[in-house]
């Protein structure tokens, strides 16, 4: 099944503590991008990628990194979670960032303590 | 940087009604995609519009683009308790070096009273 899988689905963390969450497609898309989700401001891209070792600054990058060693991997790295990452996050995929939807992951509810 | 604004944030409708949502962007865009999300769900890719003034229609819903390319709408007609959910526009400007970003606005939630 074509999907984009993202753990962990839960997370709650103490301020500081680096965490990792991971999103994979199956797709061979070459497309790949994190959102935050937050009431009332919708969807805000944090970082997006256009194939392997090319990534780019969405609208809120401060505080996360990101890397794209394989194509089908596009880990959200944050390195000193600060209680202002309480959000929802998605990781989605699309085949090529011009032209095509975006499928996304499940998501991943974090809470920073 | 860019900006796309939705309205209205909540729509309260009974079941056979008409809904609208509207999408305004601060710039002109390349593309529009509308995407859908159930409560406790995540964000599923219905539609993109590319051409100026373009119609889609996917069912009772319908899509439109704006002549200039600012602005969209998605349409449903007689509403069904299978429609609730956030529903969200976004758009791009394959312009420059921001070939990948995809700007959403802030979505329209639907709420439909049987």
């Known amino acids: 099944e074509a999907q984009v899988t993202q753990n962990p689905r839960y997370l709650i963390t103490v301020t500081g503590k680096k965490l990792t969450v991971t999103c994979s497609q199956n797709m061979n898309h070459e497309y790949m991008s994190w959102y935050r989700q937050d009431p009332g401001l919708g969807l805000r891209q944090i970082y997006y990628?256009?194939?392997?070792?090319?990534?780019d600054k969405g609208d809120v990058p401060e505080g996360y990194k990101v890397s794209r060693k394989e194509k089908r991997n596009f880990p959200l790295i944050l390195e000193s979670p600060s209680p202002n990452q309480t959000s929802l996050y998605f990781c989605?995929?699309?085949?090529?960032?011009?032209?095509?939807?975006?499928?996304f992951g499940s998501g991943t509810r974090l809470t920073v303590v | 940087g860019q900006q796309v604004m939705q309205i209205p944030q909540y729509q309260h409708v009974q079941e056979g009604e008409d809904f609208t949502t509207y999408c305004n962007s601060s710039?002109?865009?390349?593309?529009i995609q509308w995407y859908k999300q159930r409560p406790g769900g995540h964000p599923v890719f219905l539609i993109q519009l590319v051409k100026s003034g373009e119609v889609k229609k996917q069912k009772r819903l319908t899509f439109q683009f704006g002549e200039a390319k600012k602005n969209s709408s998605l349409h449903i007609t007689a509403t069904q308790t299978t429609d609730v959910g956030t529903y969200f526009c976004?758009?791009?400007?394959?312009?420059?070096?921001?070939?990948?970003?995809?700007?959403f606005g802030q979505g329209t939630i639907l709420t439909v009273h049987p």
């Open positions: 990628s256009m194939n392997v070792e090319v990534t």
């Open positions: 989605a995929s699309s085949l090529s960032g011009g032209g095509y939807g975006y499928t």
């Open positions: 710039t002109t865009l390349s593309n």
């Open positions: 976004a758009g791009s400007d394959w312009g420059g070096t921001s070939y990948g970003k995809l700007t």
